[in-house]
């Protein structure tokens, strides 16, 4: 229900946008974020949005570099990433969380219902 794309390779210092489109449900009522999993470590908090739009939350690793956006009419999230390192190499996931008591845990892993597939990004140095 969750399909990002948008990975690939590119040089150090360069920009990529990863997409995230939801299918079969809604998910304007759901916050929405982005994890990474480079090889031999645990899946990580990336950036995270609320269900408006109005209130973005980054990993202090990429704060300042990546942007996190959605349009609820279009059912899509985007990561936007400018000043790659070698260190952001990794698979990026988007997920999907619901409310819980109309409260969200934008940084919570477990919190997130939905993930995607998975898109891999290299960054070569």
Same mark, same amino acid.
């Given at each position: 229900?969750?399909?990002?794309? %948008?990975? %690939?390779?590119?040089?150090?210092?360069?920009?990529?946008?990863?997409?995230?489109?939801?299918?079969?449900?809604?998910?304007? /009522? @759901?916050?929405?974020? !982005?994890?990474?999993? *480079?090889?031999?470590? $645990?899946? $990580?908090?990336?950036?995270?949005? *609320? !269900?408006? %739009? &109005?209130?973005?939350? @980054?990993? #202090?690793?990429?704060?300042?570099?990546?942007?996190?956006?959605?349009?609820?009419?279009?059912?899509?999230?985007?990561?936007?990433?400018? /000043?790659?390192?070698?260190? #952001?190499?990794?698979?990026?996931?988007? *997920? *999907?969380?619901?409310?819980?008591?109309?409260? @969200? @845990?934008?940084?919570?892993?477990?919190?997130? #219902?939905? !993930? &995607?597939?998975?898109?891999?990004?290299?960054?070569?140095?």
């Amino acid at each position: 229900q969750l399909q990002a794309c %948008g990975g %690939g390779l590119v040089q150090a210092g360069g920009s990529l946008r990863l997409s995230c489109a939801a299918s079969g449900r809604t998910f304007s /009522s @759901y916050a929405m974020g !982005w994890f990474r999993q *480079a090889p031999g470590k $645990e899946r $990580e908090f990336v950036a995270a949005i *609320a !269900w408006s %739009g &109005g209130s973005t939350y @980054y990993a #202090d690793s990429v704060k300042g570099r990546f942007t996190i956006s959605r349009d609820n009419a279009k059912n899509t999230v985007w990561l936007q990433m400018n /000043s790659l390192k070698p260190e #952001d190499t990794a698979v990026y996931y988007c *997920a *999907a969380q619901p409310p819980v008591s109309g409260r @969200y @845990y934008y940084t919570l892993r477990s919190a997130y #219902d939905y !993930w &995607g597939q998975g898109t891999q990004l290299t960054v070569s140095s």
